[in-house]
T-cell receptor, first 116, second 109 residues
């Protein structure tokens, strides 16, 4: 079984709709992240959470919200989707306790979102 | 502003050696990562450098020069399965990863 899973894997929606992307992990990591990836651009951080009670905005949080329901679950919501939110979305986890200073991030398989 | 530069695309021949460069300008430095990403898939961790010098892992090596803001990923004995994008990322003073756009490596027989 995959350590980091994302649902759905693909989603097509219309402008103005509310969308939720879900991420679950079995790695036991405290830290979780949401990124988006667009062609020709690097991964950009949307939100991150270092534990269940900790939520932080990343570089591009406008138009997005998150919920950390448990150590293993981190959801990303688009309150009112718009076409320029069409992208590939990745969830990632890390745990400096197991990887020391490296704090390597491990990525889920991604969700391809299209907003029409 | 913060910036990570990598070539957009490179082509190499199966069995050969290729070097992918990455230059960075960031607010602080707390390590540099290389990830591999096959088309439509998740990025996977390859290497980490925090001190100057070369880190070797099998066919892959990564080099860092902090004074020059420069790193490279060296891939030896190229195989067709090495066709992928290679992402350079720097952890800044806020411990956030700043990502380059990636280098698409095409391997030809």
């Amino acid at each position: 079984d995959a350590d980091v899973t994302q649902t759905p894997r693909n989603r097509i929606t219309k402008t103005g709709k509310r969308i939720m992307l879900e991420c679950s992990q079995t790695k036991g990591h405290d830290r979780m992240y949401w990124y988006r990836q667009d062609p020709g651009l690097g991964l950009r951080l949307i939100y991150y959470s270092f534990d269940v009670k900790d939520i932080n905005k990343g570089e591009i949080s406008d138009g997005y919200s998150v919920s950390r329901q448990a150590q293993a679950k981190f959801s990303l919501s688009l309150e009112s989707a718009i076409p320029n939110q069409t992208a590939l979305y990745f969830c990632a986890t890390s745990d400096p306790g197991t990887s020391g200073d490296v704090d390597t991030q491990y990525f889920g398989p991604g969700t391809r979102l299209t907003v029409l | 502003g913060q910036n990570i530069d990598q070539p957009t695309e490179m082509t190499a021949t199966e069995g050969a050696i290729v070097q992918i460069n990455c230059t960075y300008q960031t607010s602080g430095f707390n390590g540099l990562f290389w990830y591999q990403q096959h088309a439509g898939e998740a990025p996977t961790f390859l290497s980490y450098n925090v001190l100057d010098g070369l880190e070797e892992k099998g066919r892959f090596s990564s080099f860092l020069s902090r004074s020059k803001g420069y790193s490279y990923l060296l891939l030896k004995e190229l195989q067709m399965k090495d066709s992928a994008s290679y992402l350079c990322a720097v952890r800044d003073s806020n411990y956030q990863l700043i990502w380059g756009a990636g280098t698409k490596l095409i391997i030809k027989p």
